[in-house]
């Protein structure tokens, strides 16, 4: 019985002890990401956990899908057969307009910036409830699949997320809905520059710091721009929902609606862009046009 | 309490701790899962009332930890407040056991409610400062205490 006394003071200590290792722990993970490494050791000791809490969720799928009816599937099937109809027919064209493109951008002198990925592989996301306050997946490919820290990930309909925690087997994504979340944009139609920011658990986006008087409207589809050097060029982000100008204020507020649909995407593909489809570093410019700015500086 | 009863014990408190991490994270469909209760929580205030002497900080600190990493979200932030919610109950067990069991909810929500502020001040100062739904789960998880705590109860064998 004579751990009860000792018991109140160890407690209180090692309580303490906790707390102080707990806020050194929140620091260097929030703001110096230091605890990457560790991360994704323990995110391999938890995949089991993931595993079969997925489970469930994936019973459900497969039982709607076999008690579905035939009509249904048939239906599908020939939705599907059309879509990829299409695919071909435009991909048909695809190779001579990339031939026809980077010949156009040759006399012009400057780089092709929009290209095909130098790969790609599908993941499937874990359905399994993350963190309440951040918008993340965790998908089931890792750094044993040649996955990296900050790899874009897109949906079939539109750019995804991104790959911030890391594993030997898994990996989270951040979704471009998360309020941490910023990727540079270009307006198809009118071709002006903007980031789009997450705006947390409604699902929306928002566009800051936008001047009263840019030309956005409903409607608009918004591209990478390339610019963040995280994601590819040209791949569409979301669609412009509302724009509203306020007397007053110099900036407009701007909402848009992700193009993936992150809510119902149960696969998503990873990206490795191709080094050309990113824009070029200054250490790595034509080494002649290098020259010349250094000439004009003397 | 002889060795083979605490032993027994000991694992009885790790499969409950892995059983509510589990569940707490199967997806539930998107307005349910705004409600649910936070089972891990309600098992870690249970066994630091039961077994003061087998469910320490630390464990609770552990699962936590856990916990945050698998969810993707700011690390340490669960171990903190989990480890918070065990210290207030292995600190207090001896006054909250006597009490009668409504008095002991209220408790209960007390030790919830508080956490949850600690939760929302360091979410905030992190910049993500959650919505009001964050307290829509503490209904939940507050009267999944008294059903838990019953079961392991008679669970337990008797000491």
């Keep these: 019985m004579n751990t009860l006394f000792i018991r109140g003071p160890a407690i209180t200590l090692r309580f303490l002890l906790l707390v102080i290792v707990s806020a050194a722990i929140l620091v260097a993970d929030h703001r110096y990401r230091a605890l990457e490494v560790p991360r994704g050791w323990l995110l391999t000791l938890m995949q089991p956990v993931q595993i079969i809490a997925d489970w469930p969720t994936q019973r459900w799928h497969q039982w709607t899908a076999v008690v579905s009816s035939h009509v249904h599937l048939m239906q599908q099937n020939q939705h599907l057969r059309e879509t990829n109809q299409r695919l071909v027919l435009e991909h048909q064209q695809f190779a001579s307009l990339q031939a026809e493109n980077q010949r156009l951008h040759a006399l012009l002198g400057s780089v092709a910036t929009a290209s095909q990925p130098a790969r790609y592989q599908l993941a499937r996301i874990y359905q399994v409830s993350l963190d309440p306050h951040s918008q993340q997946v965790q998908i089931d490919r890792g750094s044993d699949d040649q996955v990296y820290l900050g790899q874009p990930v897109i949906s079939s309909a539109g750019v995804f997320g991104q790959v911030v925690h890391l594993g030997p087997t898994s990996a989270q994504v951040l979704q471009i809905t998360d309020e941490d979340h910023a990727i540079p944009v270009i307006n198809r139609r009118s071709g002006e520059r903007a980031i789009v920011r997450g705006e947390g658990p409604s699902g929306l986006l928002k566009l800051p710091f936008l001047p009263a008087h840019a030309d956005i409207q409903q409607g608009d589809l918004l591209l990478t721009s390339g610019l963040g050097k995280t994601f590819p060029k040209g791949y569409p982000v979301a669609t412009v929902r509302s724009v509203s100008v306020t007397a007053g204020n110099n900036f407009a507020s701007v909402v848009a609606v992700p193009v993936a649909e992150p809510d119902k995407v149960q696969e998503v593909l990873l990206l490795w862009p191709d080094r050309g489809s990113l824009p070029v570093e200054p250490a790595e410019m034509d080494p002649d046009l290098q020259r010349e700015d250094d000439s004009r500086d003397e | ?159």
């Design chain 2, 1 to 159: 309490m002889n060795d083979t009863e605490s032993s027994r014990d000991g694992w009885l408190i790790l499969a409950t701790f892995l059983g509510a991490i589990i569940l707490d994270k199967v997806a539930l469909p998107q307005p349910l899962t705004l409600f649910r209760p936070d089972l891990l929580t309600t098992v870690v205030i249970c066994w630091s009332l039961l077994a003061p002497r087998l469910a320490g900080v630390g464990i609770a600190w552990l699962a936590g930890l856990m916990v945050d990493v698998a969810g993707g979200g700011l690390l340490g932030l669960g171990a903190l407040v989990l480890s918070l919610q065990a210290y207030l109950c292995l600190m207090l067990y001896q006054q909250v056991r006597v009490l009668p069991r409504f008095q002991q909810v209220f408790f209960v929500l007390l030790v919830m409610a508080l956490a949850g502020l600690l939760e929302v001040a360091i979410l905030s100062a992190a910049g993500k400062l959650p919505a009001l739904s964050f307290w829509y789960s503490l209904p939940a998880s507050v009267l999944s205490w008294p059903l838990i705590y019953g079961l392991m109860m008679r669970w337990r064998l008797p000491s």
